[in-house]
């Protein structure tokens, strides 16, 4: 396998669902890299949203960006229709690069800077949320034409990561801040809670929803006419989870204080259930310090093992989103396991992985991968101790290249290790050709019509590094 062709940000398509474990193995024996890796499926975005509209068909998602802001994500999500949620204006701006419509945009924190209200006001962000007093008046200096949703706060009994404690007003407190804008002349179109992320508890949302329906009422007779419900995050995104609990608590509720043809619109921020499924972390272990047992005392041994990602990296998400995350050997191992801990490769002592696990033995030299790391990871990753954030591999089936690719410039995919258009016969020598000049030449007769009239790739023999039989 050709180095050069790993890391690229193009998406390399597989016949079938890829076998990440396989294809990471692939990578391995290649000796491509010794750092740690993502391997993103870019189809499992993609299911999840069929996975949404078919559990949430009144919804409409907001993607959450903070979550995992990688541009073929972002990307992927826009072609699918999603709308966003930013955080600041680094991220509003990252979005509106990718062609997004503004109205697809809500600036949903509660706490803005001047700054980022200003380019929201720039870039005529409309959507944006506020949960206090002072939030009003900087609205009024910075972004007075601003459509505003008031926060309230409604928590989950139990969840991952709690919010309320720092944003969202008291639903009975509301009406004051509804007063306020008012005399400021602002406009309220609607309510948003968040009843916090990783969320445990799916009866939350219909408190939430019934809560807000109050405050709907509340609005009217001030003379507000809002038609913005926004029921925030919340939602898994693991392998094996599902959103079918708090989808039937939703719709529910939905039908009852929000019936359909009652003209709110209905949106939502979900972030780590687009994306944790989708990436999986492959990382080396390159130090590994036995610990032997107490024979007298019948106790086995165990093993300290270093990876080179940790919580300062990938795993931060160990300590800040409360993560607990599990380690899986690069081979179906079915033989004895051995107590073990597995620790982050910085100088310190805090940087630990997982204090305590069951795996087969593992050589120095050997690869683990963790799997459910899309979300709250490389975003947070830093390179203290000078460890790289580990890069992404993005990986596809045709099945999900047929949607992709709707959206996707036919340059950025790889299949067998060939660029796509050079497998349709459009040319080897971008520069000679004139490479713009084919992608607009999408004309009757022209080898990308030709090409995109195929319900998948054509296939043809790989000199190195052949994905097809993954
Ligand atoms: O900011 C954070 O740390 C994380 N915020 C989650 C969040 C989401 C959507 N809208 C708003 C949010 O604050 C306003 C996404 O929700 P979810 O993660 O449930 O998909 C939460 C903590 C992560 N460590």
Redesign the pocket.
């Known amino acids: 396998m050709d180095p050069s062709t790993v890391f690229d940000e193009r998406i390399y398509l597989t016949p079938n669902k890829p076998r990440i474990r396989k294809i990471a193995n692939r990578f391995i024996d290649a000796k491509v890299t010794e750092d740690a890796f993502y391997i993103c499926d870019v189809g499992e975005i993609i299911t999840k949203h069929n996975e949404w509209v078919s559990q949430l068909p009144r919804v409409k998602p907001f993607y959450?960006v903070?979550?995992n802001d990688s541009r073929i994500v972002l990307r992927t999500l826009a072609g699918l229709g999603v709308g966003f949620?930013c955080?600041s204006k680094t991220e509003i701006k990252k979005v509106l690069e990718l062609e997004v419509d503004p109205s697809m945009i809500i600036f949903?924190?509660p706490a803005k800077q001047n700054s980022h209200v200003r380019t929201a006001a720039e870039y005529n962000i409309l959507k944006m949320?506020f949960d206090n007093a002072n939030e009003l008046y900087k609205i009024k200096a910075y972004h007075p034409s601003a459509k505003l949703v008031l926060r309230i706060r409604c928590d989950a009994e139990k969840a991952q990561?709690q919010?309320g404690m720092k944003?969202g007003v008291k639903v009975e407190e509301a009406p004051t801040l509804l007063e306020l804008a008012k005399s400021l002349g602002l406009d309220v179109i609607g309510v948003s809670f968040?009843v916090?992320?990783?969320?445990m508890d799916p009866p939350v949302f219909d408190r939430a929803i019934k809560s807000s329906k109050w405050l709907f009422s509340v609005a009217k007779e001030m003379g507000f006419d809002m038609n913005l419900l926004d029921i925030?995050?919340?939602?898994p995104?693991n392998r094996g989870t599902s959103i079918q609990e708090i989808a039937t608590v939703v719709n529910g509720s939905l039908a009852v204080h929000f019936p359909e043809g009652c003209g709110v619109e209905i949106i939502a921020?979900?972030?780590?259930?687009y994306v944790a499924a989708a990436f999986t972390l492959i990382t080396l272990v390159h130090s590994v310090r036995e610990i032997k047992g107490k024979e007298e005392e019948g106790e086995n041994d165990s093993f300290m093992y270093y990876i080179n990602d940790g919580v300062y990296g990938s795993f931060n998400?160990v300590v800040?989103?409360h993560a607990i995350v599990h380690p899986e050997t690069m081979k179906r191992n079915t033989g004895p396991t051995y107590e073990c801990s597995i620790w982050g490769p910085t100088c310190d002592g805090f940087d630990l992985v997982c204090p305590s696990e069951k795996l087969p033995k593992i050589k120095m030299g050997e690869w683990i991968m963790f799997s459910n790391m899309g979300?709250?990871t490389i975003v947070a990753a830093g390179t203290f101790n000078g460890f790289p954030v580990p890069k992404i591999h993005f990986v596809a089936s045709y099945e999900a290249w047929t949607t992709l690719k709707e959206f996707t410039s036919p340059e950025e995919f790889v299949t067998n290790n060939i660029p796509i258009l050079m497998k349709a016969g459009v040319g080897y020598n971008r520069d000679a050709i004139g490479w713009d000049r084919v992608v607009g030449a999408a004309g009757p007769g022209s080898c990308l019509t030709q090409f995109e009239q195929q319900a998948q790739p054509v296939l043809c023999e790989s000199p190195s590094g052949n994905f097809s039989d993954f």
């Open positions: 959450a903070k979550c949620d955080a949903a924190n949320t990561c919010l944003f968040h916090g992320s990783g969320c925030g995050g919340g939602f995104g921020e979900p972030g780590r259930f998400c800040y989103d979300a709250y």
